[in-house]
């Protein structure tokens, strides 16, 4: 069992930043693979970046070159830093997890993963 617990989201400018948290619980958090994704009203959820166990990461191109995503297996705690956000960054972005490896082919599709955060609302305004 995992409970994941986004923060940080909130309203910001364009060009401007916000880190967003997921504090996970969990004794096996390190063998996880992890994700943000995202949904706009009315859109699908999105996959925005994701975080195997081995570290390795993979980014949505339309966030390539602005967001980071990291973790820390000490304080289980994972994070997804944005920069330059645009007006089409906001939504409202989940933290997941699934108990293990994902397909690569598979690593931004929602149904992959088990366990999901309650939220995070950001609003990037022009």
């Known amino acids: 069992q995992v409970l994941l617990v986004e923060s940080g989201g909130g309203s910001v400018q364009a060009g401007g930043s916000l880190r967003l948290s997921c504090a996970a619980s969990g004794s096996t958090y390190g063998r996880y693979s992890m994700a943000w994704f995202r949904q706009a009203p009315g859109k699908e959820r999105e996959g925005v970046a994701t975080?195997?166990?081995?570290?390795?990461?993979t980014y949505a191109d339309s966030v390539k070159g602005r967001f980071t995503i990291s973790k820390d297996t000490v304080t289980k705690t994972l994070y997804l830093q944005m920069n330059s956000l645009k007006p089409e960054d906001t939504a409202m972005y989940y933290c997941?997890?699934?108990?293990?490896?994902?397909?690569?082919?598979?690593?931004?599709?929602?149904?992959?993963?088990?366990?999901w955060g309650q939220g995070t609302q950001v609003i990037v305004s022009s």
């Open positions: 975080i195997a166990s081995d570290g390795s990461t």
């Open positions: 997941v997890a699934h108990p293990g490896s994902v397909a690569i082919g598979r690593l931004r599709d929602p149904r992959a993963y088990f366990y």
